[in-house]
């Protein structure tokens, strides 16, 4: 919580530089809301992208958060 806001806190450390990602918070009740969409960069040069992203939440508090790639597919899930 900051400033009485509840956030769900993302962060990628291994991923492809220059894809976009759409973020995806899943209720318990399969509703499925956007959480915004970023491009992960390579600033280190290393080769691999990585990135750290604060979601505003509002409501009940999501059971699963996806990462779905331009294809639509799931790149990433987590459950809580």
Known sequence: TLSGRSYLVLNVTSGRPGVR???ILVG???S?????SWVLT???GTG???????VP???????SVE???????VWSRGTF
Do not use: I, K, N
């Open 21 to 23: 990602y759409d973020c």
């Open 28 to 30: 318990r009740d399969g």
């Open 32 to 36: 499925r809301t956007s959480g915004g």
């Open 42 to 44: 390579d600033e280190y």
């Open 48 to 54: 691999a992208a990585s990135g750290s992203w604060l």
């Open 57 to 63: 939440l509002s409501g009940d508090a999501p059971a």
């Open 67 to 73: 990462l779905v790639a331009p294809s639509g597919t």
